[in-house]
């Protein structure tokens, strides 16, 4: 029924006053109750005692006439508001009071309260002996003033609730109003945000500490969006980079060999230039769409039992043909077995992307080594190298997609891939196994890769 949180907040207001309010009221009329009848009994009490002492007095100064006394007291007294009646023993001498006009005259001696007036009576009695004789006075008073006083409250109570239900409802939904503003304004503000202003931010102001914590958490979320929309912008922008260059390659050589005849060992030269770079392109389109999926955590592992040093010795067979026409020397130490779960496809491809650096990065002449070794519960497999080595300001982004020490020399490298894809790939299959990589290099000196994982 209430859809809105501003009605819903004004009917719990309104609840709440509401049940407030009943109490109050029950609470005031049944104290306000008993305090009326309290002072009715005192003030019977105390006509009680005043008529007790005269009559005292009027009987000594009339010698024990005790009707003539109790007349005499009672028009000195001439109660208003209730009936005091003076007996001697069981028969009444004297009664006075208003109601008596309206009640039937009491039967001798029986003042018994309940007929009293509409609501009943009160009463109070004082019993005192004068020369032997018994004698009682009894002052009754009705409850109708009691009654009538708290239907007065009753009344009073029940016409300030419509005034007061009123101002309550309107004052619930102006302050829901008032205090759920910021919130609309901050689903305005979230409304005009979109892909393109990621970087605009919820004003805060001074909105209340739920409200303001809220906007922090919207921020803090909007700055995550940020930073991924940025990293997917320039992913697809490095990308794009990337793929450009063999394109055109492509497509100059395609110009040229088709500008006019050729013989055929120019277009199989043209076409082998072409192959080559359809291969480069291949590679990259394959290392992306992988990222892309590693970030989207669509890659399965395909788990298994393998054994390190087995893989990392064929590793080295696939890549010595390369080493060899460099003029490098490659060496392969995997003297135990050391076994290990994980994916044998991906584990293979990250220690080629290790040995592939390491070939392309070190001159003619140089050394380059290959290690598996298990040490305290961890397997480590370690390239290095006595190549041109890492300067230590871009070891720390060696790691991170499409960075090259120095593009100029990776792309015109071996031409065998040099995207700056490499080690990022390297990176993710390791942790993708809990594993981790790092790096160790002196320029000049060359580098070693280590790849640890916990067994
Ligand atoms: P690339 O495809 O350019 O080799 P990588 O991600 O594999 O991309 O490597 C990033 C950069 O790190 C390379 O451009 C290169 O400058 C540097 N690098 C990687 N491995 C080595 C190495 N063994 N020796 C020297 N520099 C290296």
């Known amino acids: 029924m209430f859809k809105t949180l501003r009605a819903q907040l004004t009917a719990w207001y309104l609840a709440f006053f509401l049940g407030s309010f009943v109490i109050f009221s029950v609470l005031l009329y049944a104290t306000l109750g008993r305090a009326l009848e309290r002072r009715l009994d005192q003030s019977l009490a105390s006509q009680a005692n005043t008529a007790t002492a005269l009559m005292q007095e009027e009987l000594d100064e009339m010698h024990g006439d005790a009707p003539r006394a109790a007349n005499d007291v009672l028009s000195e007294m001439r109660p208003r508001d209730s009936v005091v009646a003076i007996l001697e023993g069981n028969a009444t001498l004297a009664a006075s009071g208003p109601l008596l006009d309206r009640a039937d005259p009491p039967a001798a001696g029986s003042w018994a309260l309940p007929n009293w007036g509409k609501h009943g009576a009160r009463g109070a ?69 979109t892909g393109e202003n990621l970087s605009a931010r919820l004003a805060i102001g001074n909105a209340a500490e739920e409200l303001a914590l809220f906007a922090t958490s919207f921020n803090a979320l909007l700055s995550r969006l940020d930073q991924s929309f940025e990293t997917m912008r320039r992913f697809v922008q490095d990308a794009s980079h990337e793929i450009r260059t063999p394109l055109s390659v492509i497509r100059g050589e395609a110009d040229v060999a088709l500008s006019r005849d050729r013989t055929a060992a120019e277009y199989r030269e043209s076409l082998a230039v072409i192959h080559e770079e359809a291969r480069r392109l291949s590679r990259l389109v394959e290392d992306l769409l992988n990222l892309a999926r590693a970030d989207a955590g669509r890659v399965q592992l395909r788990m298994e ?54 070939i392309r990065y070190t001159p003619s002449g140089g050394k380059i080594s290959a290690a598996v070794e298990s040490h305290n519960g961890e397997a480590r497999i370690r390239v290095a190298d006595t190549g041109v080595g890492i300067p230590a300001e871009a070891a720390a982004h060696v790691f991170e997609r499409f960075y090259r020490v120095d593009p100029a020399r990776s792309r015109n490298g071996s031409g065998n891939g040099s995207f700056g894809l490499g080690l990022s790939i390297v990176k993710w299959i390791a942790e993708s196994h809990s594993g981790a990589v790092e790096l160790a290099s002196q320029p000049g000196a060359g580098s070693t890769f280590t790849v640890r994982f916990q067994k």
Not at 177 to 187: D, S
Not at 309 to 334: D, F, G, H, I, Y
Request: net charge neutral; charged share 20%; with cysteine.
């Open 125 to 193: 009695a004082n019993r005192f002996t004068w020369s032997n004789r018994p004698f009682v006075v009894v002052a009754i008073g009705p409850l109708d003033s009691v009654v009538d006083d708290l239907h007065d409250l009753r009344a009073a109570l029940g016409l300030a609730l419509v005034p007061l239900l009123a101002l309550s409802i309107i004052g619930g939904y102006f302050l829901t109003r008032r205090g759920l503003a910021p919130l609309g304004a901050m689903a305005e503000q979230s409304r005009r945000i």
């Open 305 to 358: 039992d393998l054994y390190l040093n087995e893989l990392v010795a064929e590793c080295c067979r696939s890549v010595e043909p390369m080493a060899t026409a460099r003029n490098l020397k490659l060496q392969c130490s995997a003297p135990a077995d050391i076994p290990l779960r994980g994916d044998e496809e991906l584990l293979r491809r990250m220690v080629l992307n290790l040995l592939d650096n390491a």
